[in-house]
């Protein structure tokens, strides 16, 4: 079992930044592969970026290409993202996820990952 917990969420106006992070115990975290994934009201759960194990590879989708960094510290046990230029539209309740992953894999589906923190509240005002 991977237990996580997200945190750093808050309220922001647009233009802003925040820092999430994602902190994990139970396993090696170093094992796992992680990612970011959001859902906004009405709207399902869509990936934000993705990590392998040693942090060596990542995925960024679309939309926050150029604005937001995915990191890890695995001597932490922490992932963390950096959101920079925040959006209206980036208001969401993001989640960490968690895989057990071979070595350089990126896990981008919502179905490919088994562990997930509760989520936390991001609001960009306009």
């Known amino acids: 079992q991977v237990q996580l917990v997200e945190s750093g969420g808050g309220l922001v106006q647009a233009g802003g930044s925040l820092r999430l992070s994602c902190a994990a115990s139970?396993?090696?975290?170093?094992?796992?592969?992680m990612g970011w994934f959001r859902q906004a009201p009405g709207k399902e759960r869509e990936i934000v970026a993705g990590?392998?194990?040693?942090?060596?590879?990542?995925y960024y989708a679309d939309s926050v290409k150029g604005r937001f960094t995915i990191s890890r510290d695995n001597a932490k046990n922490t992932m963390y993202l950096q959101m920079n230029s925040l959006k209206p539209e980036d208001t969401a309740v993001y989640y960490c996820?968690?895989?057990?992953?071979?070595?350089?894999?990126?896990?981008?589906?919502?179905?490919?990952?088994?562990?997930w923190g509760q989520g936390t509240q991001v609001t960009v005002s306009s």
């Open positions: 996820a968690a895989r057990l992953a071979i070595t350089g894999a990126i896990l981008m589906g919502e179905k490919q990952y088994n562990y």
């Open positions: 139970g396993r090696t975290f170093s094992n796992y592969a």
């Open positions: 990590i392998s194990r040693s942090g060596g590879s990542t």
